[in-house]
C-alpha cells in the first residue's frame, strides 16, 4: 500500500489545490487501492485530463476508480476524451456532465458499438446519395428523418437494429426514400395548400405520407432493385407489422408505373373517415411540406435568375464577339429547347438545350443547375430562356449563399464557412478536433513597383540567379554509350568497329539518348505574415519572394504562395499572394507588395491547410516552404511547448503524406528549439535577404538530382 | 543507305468492326478525310474512340496504325532511329513515317502524354503542307493523299501540364465523343459480352450513378470499356456486385471510402 498522504499531495498539485481548495483526501485513498502500474496509468489520465481544465481533472480523478472497475482501459480512455472534446465544443458544464453520467456514457457507448454512427459514415452515404441522380443534396444531422427538398435531416445515430452493418442500411434505406421524395415529385403537387382546404389536414397529411411511402417503395423497386431487396431484410430485422389489408389494396394501386404523386394525393382526399394511417416504418422519417415549401420558393427565386444569369455567360462566350450577330437584334430568341422522354426513370423531362436552333454542349454547372430546375418544375419554362445581364435583376438574390466573408464572428459557433483543422495538444496526447477555423483571405495589393526596385537593388544577385536556375531547366545530359537512342554515338561505333575489325566482340552500346530530367514539381510558399515579423523580416521576406518569383518563373515550375497569421484558434487567416495556376504578374506582385505584418504566428493551422491543398495537385513532388521567424506563437495559449509541439506534428503528418516541407527561418540568432521544432523537415537559418533563394535553389537541386 | 519499306498488310483492318454510331461522326470523318483534313477526337478514355478509329480504317480500306502516347514518347519513337547490325547502321521508320509512306491511318491516342517535342512533328504533317520532315536523315516526305493523321485527347483531366495547346487544336477537324446514350450503351454492353439485355441495362444505370460521382470524389465515372469488362464477369457467372467492384469500382478509385459508397450503389441496383 502506497503512501496516501504523498498520492494526495501529488493530486494537489496537478489540481492546484493550493488555490482552489479541492478535497483529494478521497480520491487519493481510491487511488491508493490500486496496482502501481494501474496507479501510475490513472494519474497519467489526470494529468491530461486536468490539462485542459482543473476542475474536470478533479471529477476525473474522483469517478475513475469506479469507471476503471466497470469498464476496459480503451473504454475509460474513449469517456475522457469524449469530455475533452466536449469541453472543447461546449464548455465545462456539458464536460462536467459526461464525467458525472458515467453510467449514460456506457450505456451509450454500448449502443454506438451496435449502432451507426452518421458522423463515421457521413462520406460514405454522401457520396452514396450523389450518386443516386438529380439535385446534389446535402445530410445533416437532426432528430428525425426529414428533407426540406435540399438537405436530407438524419438521426445522429440509429441503433434499432442489432449489429452496425444492418443500422448502416437503414441509413442508406432512408437516405433512398427522402431522395426518392425530392427525385419523384412529392413537393411538387402543392401539398400545402391541398391540406389547408382539408377538414383534417393533420390527419391527411399522415395519411398522404403513408401512402406515398408506398408509391415510392415502387418506383425503387423498379430504379433499385437491389435496394429494395435490402429495405427487405431490414424490415423483416426490425419485425415490421404487415400493412393492413386495405394498405394493401391501396399499395397495389399506386405502385403502377404511371402513378404520380398528384395522383396520391388525389385518393388521399377522397379517402372515406374510418381509414387510419399505418404505423409509420421505421425508415420513413416525416414529411414537413411547409420547410419544404419554404426552400423551394427561395430556390425556385435564386436559381431562374442564376440560370438566365449562365445563359448569358453562354451566350457571350459561344456566340459572342465572333458571332454574326448584331447588337440590336437583341438578346431574345437565341436559345430553345427540345424536351423528350427518354428511358425508364422517365417521368422527367429531358431538356436539351438549343442556341440558333442547333443543340449546344453545357457545361456541368448549368446542366446541374438545369435539373435541378427540371425537379421543381417538371420542365424549363419558356421565360427561363430569356439571358440575363446585369441590370436585370438584384444581386443581392446571387450572393445569399456565400456569406459576407470578414463577418467572421456571425454564426452559432464562429465558423461558419471557415474550414476547421485539428490541433495537436501535447498536454493531451490527443488532437483537439475541429480546433481552428480557418478561412483565406484577401491580400489589398499595393501598387508601389516594389518588385522593380528590389530587382534593381539586387540586380547583381538576380542575374546570378537566373543562371543557376536556367541551369537547372537544362538538366539534359546526353546519356552516351546506350543501348538505344534517338542517335549513333560515333566514338562508340568507332571503338567498336575497331574492335570488331581485331576480331574482339562488338559492344552493343552504340547510341546516344537525350535524357530529360523532366521536373513535375509543385511548391507552396508559407509566408509568415504575424507581427513579429514587423520590421526587417518583412522586408526580407518580401524581397526573397520577388528574387525567388523572378527565378521561378525561368523554370516553368509551378507555385504558389500564401501568406498566414492569426487571432486564436478561431481566426485562422491564410492570405492568397498567388495560387497555382495564377500567373505571376502585375497583380501578384502587387499582393507581394502588399504582405503586411498583421497578428499572430499560429503555425500549424497553415501547414495542414497548404498540405491539403498541395495534395490536390497532380505533381509527382510536392514541396512546402515555410518562411516564418521560428516563433510559433498566438495568444490563446498556442506558445511555448504547445505551439512548438503543434507546428511540429503538423510537419510530421506533412511528411506522412508524402510532402517534402522545408523551414526557412529568417532571424538573427539561432534558437536552441529549432532542431527540435524542425525535426520531420529540413531546415535552415538565414539573416539576409540574399540567401534566401540560394538556399531554394539547393532544395530544388535536391529535389531533382 | 536505303530506307526500308515495311509491308502494311498486317496493318489493314479485315473483318468488319462492331461500331455503334452515336450521332454523325462517320460522316464528319469521312469528309475530313476526303479533304486531308487531320481529325481530333475529344473524350474520355474507354467511350469508343479507338474503336471507332478500328472502324473507319475498315471502311476506307486504309491501314491503321495507332500508338499510345506516354511521357517517354520522343520525336524520334514516332520518326525513326538508326539501328545498327554487324557494323552497318540502318535506318528504321517509325510508325508515323511508316503510316506516312503507306498511306494509312496513324491514330496518337492521348496525344497530350508525350513530350512536348513530337508536337513539332506533327503540326507540318497537320496543315496544308502535310509534310513529314525527317531531321535525322536530312528530308521531307510529303504524304500521300490515302493518308491520315487522327489524334485524340480526354479533356477529363485539364491540368496546366496537360492541355492541348491552341496551335495544335486549331489544326484539327474535332469531333467529340462520350458515353453513348443509355438504351445504346446497354446495346453494346450486351453485344460486346454476351451478357442478357436486361442486366446490361442495369449495369447502365449503375454506370450512370458512378458518373454523376465526377468531380465528387471520382475523377472519371464508369467508361463503356470498364462495363464490358463486368458484363463478361457477370456473364461468366460472377455475382454482379462482385463484378462491379473489381471491375469498375476497382479501377475508378483507391480512397476506401469511395470504394464503400461506389459498392453501396451497385448494391442498390442489384
Ligand atoms: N460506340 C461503340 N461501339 C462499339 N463498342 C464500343 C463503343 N463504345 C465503346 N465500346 C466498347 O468499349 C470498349 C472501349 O472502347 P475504346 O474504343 O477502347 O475506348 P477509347 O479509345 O475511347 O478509350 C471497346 O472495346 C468496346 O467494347
Ligand atoms: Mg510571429
Not at chain 1, 426540406?148 to 445522429?156: G, V
Not at chain 1, 505574415?529 to 520590421?535: C, E, I, L, P, Y
Not at chain 1, 504582405?595 to 513532388?621: C, K, N, W
Request: hydrophobic fraction near 40%.
Amino acid at each position: 500500500m502506497p503512501d496516501v498522504s504523498a498520492l494526495e499531495a501529488c493530486l494537489d498539485e496537478i489540481l492546484e489545490v493550493e488555490f482552489t481548495f479541492r478535497n483529494t483526501a478521497q480520491p487519493a485513498r481510491e487511488i491508493a487501492c490500486l496496482s502501481e502500474i494501474e496507479r501510475n496509468y490513472v494519474i497519467n489520465w489526470v494529468r491530461r485530463v486536468a490539462s485542459t481544465n482543473v476542475e474536470l481533472g478533479y471529477q476525473y480523478a474522483c469517478h475513475v476508480v469506479r469507471a476503471r472497475a466497470g469498464m476496459e482501459r480503451e473504454q475509460v480512455e474513449a469517456w475522457a476524451l469524449h469530455a475533452m472534446d466536449t469541453y472543447d465544443r461546449e464548455g465545462l458544464r456539458p464536460a462536467l456532465q459526461v464525467i458525472l453520467q458515467l453510467d449514460d456514457f456506457v450505456r451509450i457507448s454500448r449502443e454506438k458499438a451496435t449502432g451507426c454512427q452518421l458522423q463515421e459514415n457521413e462520406r460514405v452515404l454522401r457520396v452514396f446519395l450523389h450518386g443516386l441522380s438529380g439535385r446534389k443534396l446535402k445530410i445533416e444531422a437532426a432528430e428525425q428523418a426529414y428533407t426540406d427538398t435540399e438537405t436530407l435531416f438524419l438521426p445522429p445515430l440509429l441503433a434499432h437494429l442489432s449489429t452496425p452493418e444492418q443500422n448502416f442500411l437503414l441509413y442508406k434505406v432512408m437516405i433512398a426514400g427522402l431522395w426518392a421524395q425530392t427525385r419523384f415529385g412529392t413537393f411538387r403537387v402543392g401539398l400545402s395548400e391541398t391540406l389547408a382546404a382539408q377538414n383534417d389536414p393533420e390527419r391527411t397529411l399522415q395519411l398522404f405520407h403513408c401512402l406515398e411511402t408506398l408509391r415510392l417503395e415502387a418506383v425503387i423497386a423498379r430504379e433499385l432493385p437491389g435496394l429494395h431487396r435490402q429495405l427487405g431484410v431490414i424490415r423483416r430485422a426490425i419485425g415490421e407489422a404487415a400493412l393492413p389489408s386495405a394498405w394493401e389494396r391501396l399499395k397495389a394501386k399506386v405502385s403502377a408505373a404511371d402513378c404520380t404523386a398528384s395522383d396520391v394525393l388525389a385518393i388521399v382526399c377522397r379517402m372515406p373517415r374510418d381509414v387510419a394511417p399505418f404505423a409509420p416504418f421505421a425508415y420513413q422519417g416525416i414529411l414537413l411540406p411547409a420547410t419544404a415549401d419554404a426552400c423551394i420558393a427561395a430556390r425556385l427565386e435564386r436559381e431562374k435568375i442564376l440560370f438566365k444569369v449562365k445563359l448569358k455567360m453562354l451566350e457571350d462566350e459561344l456566340g459572342g464577339p465572333s458571332g454574326e450577330r448584331q447588337e440590336d437584334t437583341g438578346r431574345s430568341g437565341r436559345f430553345g429547347k427540345r424536351e423528350k422522354r427518354v428511358g425508364e426513370m422517365s417521368e422527367l423531362m429531358q431538356v436539351e438545350l438549343l442556341l440558333d436552333d442547333k443543340p449546344m454542349p453545357l457545361p456541368d454547372d448549368v446542366s446541374q443547375l438545369m435539373s435541378s430546375i427540371i425537379l421543381d418544375l417538371g420542365e424549363i419554362p419558356d421565360e427561363y430562356l430569356e439571358p440575363a445581364g446585369p441590370g436585370d435583376y438584384d444581386p443581392a438574390i446571387l450572393q445569399q449563399k456565400n456569406a459576407p466573408d470578414d463577418d467572421v464572428w456571425s454564426g452559432s459557433y464562429h465558423e461558419e464557412g471557415a474550414l476547421l483543422y485539428q490541433e495537436w495538444d501535447f498536454r493531451r496526447q490527443h488532437y483537439r478536433k475541429s480546433w481552428c477555423a480557418v478561412r483565406e483571405k484577401r491580400i489589398e495589393p499595393i501598387y508601389d513597383d516594389f518588385a522593380g526596385q528590389t530587382l534593381e537593388k539586387y540586380s547583381g544577385l538576380v542575374k546570378h540567379l537566373r543562371k543557376t536556375f536556367e541551369a537547372m531547366r537544362d538538366e539534359n545530359r546526353m546519356l552516351k554509350r546506350q543501348t538505344q537512342g534517338d542517335d549513333v554515338d560515333l566514338d562508340a561505333l568507332v571503338e567498336a568497329l575497331a574492335d570488331a575489325k581485331d576480331g574482339r566482340e562488338m559492344s552493343d552500346r552504340l547510341f546516344s539518348r537525350q535524357h530529360r530530367a523532366e521536373r513535375n514539381i509543385a511548391v507552396v510558399f508559407m509566408v509568415d505574415m504575424s507581427g513579429s515579423t514587423k520590421g526587417w523580416i518583412n522586408l526580407a521576406e518580401k524581397e526573397s519572394l520577388v528574387l525567388l518569383c523572378e527565378a521561378l518563373e525561368t523554370l516553368g515550375d509551378r507555385y504558389a504562395i500564401y501568406g498566414f497569421s492569426s487571432i486564436s484558434r478561431k481566426r485562422c487567416e491564410l492570405y492568397h499572394v498567388k495560387h497555382f495556376d495564377e500567373p505571376y504578374d502585375s497583380e501578384a506582385r502587387a499582393r507581394i507588395s502588399g504582405i503586411l505584418p498583421q497578428d499572430y504566428t499560429r503555425m500549424g493551422f497553415a501547414i495542414r491547410h497548404l498540405s491539403a491543398l498541395l495534395q490536390e495537385v497532380d505533381a509527382r513532388t510536392r514541396v512546402l516552404i515555410t518562411l516564418s521567424d521560428g516563433k510559433p506563437d498566438d495568444y490563446d495559449g498556442y506558445r511555448g511547448e504547445y505551439g512548438i509541439e503543434d507546428t511540429r506534428r503538423a510537419l510530421l503528418e506533412a511528411r506522412r503524406r508524402g510532402i517534402h516541407p522545408y523551414c526557412i527561418t529568417i532571424d538573427e540568432e539561432a534558437r536552441d528549439y529549432l532542431p527540435h521544432l524542425y525535426g520531420p523537415a529540413a531546415y535552415t537559418l538565414i539573416d539576409e535577404v540574399w540567401a534566401l533563394p540560394l538556399k531554394v535553389s539547393d532544395i530544388y537541386r535536391r529535389l531533382t538530382s | 543507305m536505303q530506307p526500308k519499306i515495311v509491308k502494311l498488310d498486317e496493318y489493314l483492318v479485315v473483318d468488319e468492326p462492331f461500331y455503334q454510331a452515336g450521332g454523325d461522326e462517320v460522316e464528319i470523318f469521312e469528309s475530313s478525310y476526303r479533304n486531308g483534313l487531320p481529325v481530333l477526337l475529344k473524350g474520355p478514355t474507354g467511350c469508343g474512340k479507338t474503336r471507332f478509329m478500328e472502324y473507319m480504317a475498315w471502311r476506307l480500306q486504309r491501314p491503321l496504325i495507332t500508338v499510345s502516347c506516354h511521357d517517354d514518347l520522343t520525336a524520334s519513337d514516332l520518326v525513326g532511329r538508326y539501328l545498327i547490325k554487324g557494323g552497318e547502321t540502318t535506318w528504321v521508320d517509325g510508325p508515323l513515317t511508316q503510316a506516312v509512306r503507306s498511306g494509312g491511318i496513324c491514330y496518337l491516342d492521348e496525344i497530350v502524354e508525350a513530350r512536348k517535342d513530337t508536337m513539332v512533328v506533327i503540326h507540318p504533317l497537320a496543315d496544308d503542307r502535310r509534310v513529314l520532315p525527317m531531321e535525322k536523315l536530312g528530308m521531307l516526305i510529303e504524304a500521300p493523299p490515302e493518308f491520315c493523321l487522327a489524334i485524340s485527347y480526354n479533356p477529363g483531366y485539364q491540368s496546366v501540364l496537360k492541355d492541348l495547346k491552341q496551335s495544335t487544336r486549331q489544326r484539327f477537324v474535332a469531333l467529340e465523343f462520350d458515353y453513348p446514350k443509355p438504351d445504346l450503351e446497354a446495346a453494346i454492353v450486351a453485344r460486346e459480352s454476351g451478357l442478357d439485355r436486361e442486366r446490361a441495362e442495369l449495369l447502365v444505370r449503375f454506370a450512370a450513378m458512378t458518373r454523376n460521382l465526377k468531380g465528387s470524389g471520382l475523377e472519371e465515372g464508369a467508361s463503356t470499356r470498364l462495363l464490358v469488362h463486368a458484363a463478361k464477369l457477370i456473364a461468366a457467372g460472377v455475382a454482379p456486385v462482385s463484378a462491379c467492384r473489381s471491375a469498375i469500382a476497382q479501377a475508378l478509385t483507391d480512397d476506401h471510402e469511395m470504394l464503400a459508397a461506389v459498392n453501396e450503389l451497385s448494391s442498390a441496383i442489384f
